[in-house]
């Protein structure tokens, strides 16, 4: 499935914000109420849209490697685990604040200008910088007071870590292993902006490695590699990701090594995923808070605490990735289209069935033939409006494939199968459906263009 030669062109952030609001795959929420700043909803299509890059990360990191186990930690957590984890001391950033508009800003991303002047953007006096801890916190039980405080957890790897032991001795894994979760977290971000980029609520997809500490540094350089080697496999181009690593000066307390895996958005070069050499700061950390023993005992006698190597990925970052790199604006001979070219295995419908008329026998046909592949594809069944208009409103929302059924499909059992990317079509036997359809699949190839 290759792309026809034609002008393309990539659409703003405004462009992509209207399709998924228009196509339903991300909505505003609580809109009937005016909406809640930072907080999206996502629809039909972008459920589906997520769901797959979900499943093909968990299919990398659990199904293709032999020694990495799932996990699901609870979102609400004992208190002393953030404690342990340095969250409640240090997982804060500066804000000061605009005095008139009382408008919040990170100090950090405030310009030298403004923190020189002390003033805001605006021209109005800032408030001096202060500590802001982006945890939210919350109560159980009855009463609420200091005892019962509670946190909605700002990240999934604690989770990991104090699962340790439980997975050590109920799986039968022995170092290396990965633990790997999917799962939602909570940061009372400062500043939200650029769409669901950042966002207060957001989901992870990480992966914690548990290796001997000696051989950390060459597990932290071959998952390096394989996180980037898993974007490109997701037909995003090469020249629109790169690794950045950190500086001495910007690790992380806990970091020894790190690596941002970055893809340039339409608002710049932003972070997609960090892959991190944590040392053994974190099962050190809850030993010593637990009072339990985090230590790995290795058949020949050696105990240790093993050292940590993390990937940690943004799937609502990689959400808003796919649909900046496949959103294209492409120019034909006599109009202009709008394009989603999305890998085939992440597109939320995967083939579309036509009938080119409602009348005769043909709906019929159409929805029997739906019916089958429904069981092995996701399917939308679509009888309204001329046939060039369904396949533009498929083209917009990504389904690599469109299959019409006219009069002739009565005749000698044959229909027309449309591809995305290319607009070609080509007519194939009922019977032979599932191949053809997998073959096309299996052929896809990444429509680059110029930005």
Known sequence: MNSQS??????????????????????????????????????????????QLQN?????????????????????????VWEASGHVENFSDLLSEDTVTHLRYRWDQLS????????????????PPR?????????????????????????????????????LQSSRVKIPFGIAQ??????????TKHFIFRTCEFEQMEMQYFVLPEEAPRWFAHWRDKRLAFYHALGIRPEVLRLRPHASDELAHYAQEAVDIQYQFP?????????????????????????????????????????????????????????????????????????????????????????????????????????????HYRTFFDISGAIGRRYRRQDEIGTPLCLTVDHQSLQDQSVTLRERDSMQQQRVKIAALRSSIDTLLAQWQPAHHQR
């Open 6 to 51: 034609s002008a393309v062109d990539s659409g703003s952030m405004t462009d992509i914000v209207s399709l998924c609001r228009r196509r339903g795959f991300i909505y505003p929420s609580s809109e009937i109420y005016g909406g809640l700043a930072s907080t999206w909803d996502y629809g039909p299509l972008g459920v589906e849209l997520k769901r």
């Open 56 to 80: 093909r990360w968990w299919e990398a990191m659990t199904q293709q490697e032999r020694n990495i186990v799932g996990l699901d930690a609870s979102i609400l957590m004992h208190p002393r």
């Open 112 to 127: 030298e200008e403004c923190r020189a002047t002390m003033q805001s953007p605006d021209g109005n006096p800032l408030s």
């Open 131 to 167: 500590p802001f801890n982006l945890m939210f916190s919350t109560h159980i039980g009855a009463v609420a007071d200091d005892a019962a405080r509670i946190y909605l957890r700002p990240e999934t790897a604690q989770g990991i870590y104090v699962n340790f032991r439980n997975v």
């Open 182 to 191: 999917i799962g939602k977290a909570f940061r009372n971000e400062i500043v």
């Open 267 to 375: 608002f710049g070069w932003q972070e997609l995923e960090g892959i991190h050499n944590r040392g053994d700061w974190d099962l050190r950390r809850h030993m010593e808070y637990s009072k339990k023993d985090l230590q790995y005992l290795e058949e020949a006698g050696r105990r240790y605490t093993p050292y940590i190597v993390e990937t940690s990925a943004g799937l609502t970052r990689s959400v808003l990735m796919v649909l900046c790199e496949g959103y294209r604006l492409q120019q034909l001979e006599k109009e202009e289209r709008t394009l989603l070219a999305l890998h085939p295995s992440l597109a939320p419908i995967t083939v579309a069935v036509f009938p080119l008329l409602k009348k005769d026998a043909l709906p019929a046909r159409a929805e029997k033939i739906e019916e089958e592949l429904r069981k």
